[in-house]
Every structure is written in structure tokens, then in C-alpha cells.
């Protein structure tokens, strides 16, 4: 079983920065994907960013000002959020792809969530 931690979440004012991590652990043979999701109250949870081999997406919403990075030695990825709008305030989701045989089936993991909260 893998499990993800997130930390790094908090309060900023507008136009502030923070940097999200998520740190895997338990049985892992090899992660194909992690990534960041958000969901704000009543709405759906939404893609922020996601990093798979050498190749990252993000976004259109946070293109520019999200920078996502991967410490594979670690099994950790980070979220670094620049330029913070009120409307990126949401509970972000640590997410990851993992597979314990080669060619074997890909399983998907999410972690408890961390709240962001931008001010005005």
C-alpha cells in the first residue's frame, strides 16, 4: 500500500507564493505519475498540475504562475505557487500512479488534501 502526505498548505495574501510537497511511501516498485489536484466548495475537483516521466501539464488557469517538480530519489513532488489569485483557494489533492509489476496494472493513490486559502 503507498501512501501520500501533503504539507506546505496555509494562508497568503493575494499575489504571494507558496510550495505544496507530497511525500510517497509504503511498498513502492515504481511511480509512473504524480501530480496536484484542487477542489473548492461546490465545485468539481479540477486538475492543477501533473508531472509523468520526463514531460509536465498544467492547467490553463495556472499556466505561468504553478510550477510543478518531481524528486524521484525521494518519491516526493512539489507544487510551487506563484502570483496566488482568491480563486485558487481550494483543498489541493496530492495524486499519484503506481504499479508494483513491471507491465503489470497502474493503481491510483490520493492524499488527505491540504487547504490553501488566498486572501483579498
Known amino acids: 500500500q503507498v501512501q501520500l502526505v501533503e504539507s506546505g498548505g496555509g494562508l497568503v495574501q493575494a499575489g504571494g507564493s507558496l510550495r505544496l510537497s507530497c511525500a510517497a511511501s509504503?511498498?513502492?516498485?515504481?511511480?509512473?505519475?504524480m501530480g496536484w489536484y484542487r477542489q473548492s466548495p461546490g465545485k468539481q475537483r479540477e486538475l492543477v498540475a501533473m508531472?509523468?516521466?520526463?514531460?509536465?501539464n498544467y492547467a490553463d488557469s495556472v499556466k505561468g504562475r504553478f510550477t510543478i517538480s518531481r524528486d524521484n530519489a525521494k518519491n516526493t513532488v512539489y507544487l510551487q505557487m506563484k502570483s496566488l489569485k482568491f480563486e485558487d483557494t481550494a483543498v489541493y489533492y496530492c495524486?499519484?500512479?503506481?504499479?508494483?509489476?513491471?507491465?503489470?496494472?497502474?493503481?491510483?493513490?490520493w492524499g488527505q488534501g491540504t487547504q490553501v486559502t488566498v486572501s483579498s
Open positions: 509504503g511498498n513502492i516498485f515504481s511511480i509512473d505519475a
Open positions: 495524486y499519484a500512479i503506481e504499479r508494483q509489476v513491471v507491465r503489470g496494472p497502474s493503481y491510483q493513490y
Open positions: 508531472h509523468r516521466g520526463d514531460s509536465t
